[in-house]
């Protein structure tokens, strides 16, 4: 406050009043910085950039991991404490649960995956399911497959109607985009549209094995669950969108401009860390 007000009150008046020595004012102004303050000044100016590159989604875990991605060593408690203190949020998940009712599977098809969302190769296990936009036009559907090696979304279709095609032009998509045809599990809920005898033609003849979730457990496709509970948390929920065409540009944005090279990044994290553990247990015998 004395230095705020040194131009209008004499500085000795000050000091009297707030009962401070004046040779402890003018050695406190005359201080440098420690070399810690300098460091948490420098790296809050990189946290505000990643904040404001990220329009302010990501909280202080997923910053302190773009910023040892980076290359800078700060803890994790360091980082969210800077954070509090400047300010800053990121968008905190809303836990909501909903009830459909659910389709008929056909006979031969069974729960592949059994609530293992781990896959050891790409292109070996695939999560799909369908979620709607709200835009002043109406509603407009989206139909994404996830491949869960990667958390890569390989496959999606928009539509303004929720019907079998929206969900054969996504795994179309996903098919198209691999470099191999290599077996693929694709595991989804029972809506009518995965249970319908033309989505599970199409899947026979690009010999894709069909998984089903069980009656009610929405659990059991958690990893396409969590993608739409992300999607609407730092997208769809922070937009109004007046016609289809604008939110159907804003999501491609979202999956090709931000999810994807995001994850991309962080499997060559997991990969470098998995290179890096057996170099090591290699080196100690």
């Known amino acids: 406050m004395i230095q705020r007000c040194r131009n209008a009150f004499p500085i000795r008046l000050m000091c009297r009043c707030l009962r401070v020595s ?19 000044a420098r790296l809050l100016t990189r946290i505000r950039q990643l904040h404001a590159e990220t329009d302010g989604i990501i909280g202080s875990p997923r910053i302190w991991e773009d910023l040892r991605f980076a290359g800078e060593r700060c803890g994790r408690h360091r980082v969210a404490r800077l954070i509090r203190q400047a300010g800053l949020r990121g968008v905190p998940q809303r836990r909501r649960w909903r009830t459909k009712p659910s389709g008929t599977p056909p006979a031969a098809t069974r729960n592949h995956l059994e609530r293992d969302f781990t896959a050891t190769a790409p292109n070996t296990k695939w999560v799909t399911d369908i979620t709607y936009v709200r835009t002043a036009e109406h509603w407009l559907y989206l139909c994404v497959v996830l491949d869960l090696y990667s958390g890569l979304v390989v496959g999606w279709a928009m539509s303004a109607r929720q019907d079998c095609q929206l969900v054969v032009q996504a795994v179309l998509m996903a098919i198209w985009q691999q470099p191999t045809r290599t077996p693929v599990i694709l595991h989804s809920d029972r809506g009518c549209q995965f249970t319908s005898e033309e989505y599970q033609q199409f899947l026979a003849v690009h010999q894709v094995t069909c998984s089903m979730s ?63 553990l057996t170099q090591l247990s290699v080196e100690t015998g």
Not at 24 to 29: F, P
Not at 230 to 255: K, P, W
């Open 22 to 40: 004046a040779s402890g004012y003018y050695g406190w102004a005359a201080r440098v910085p420690s070399a810690r303050t300098q460091e948490n």
């Open 214 to 276: 069980a009656v009610g457990s929405c659990a059991d496709n958690a990893a396409a669950e969590s993608f739409f509970g992300v999607l609407n948390r730092e997208r769809v929920n922070r937009r109004q969108y007046r016609t289809r065409a604008e939110a159907r540009a804003d999501i491609f944005d979202y999956i090709e401009r931000w999810h994807n090279p995001r994850q991309r990044r962080r499997r060559e994290r997991q990969q470098q860390g998995e290179k890096l």
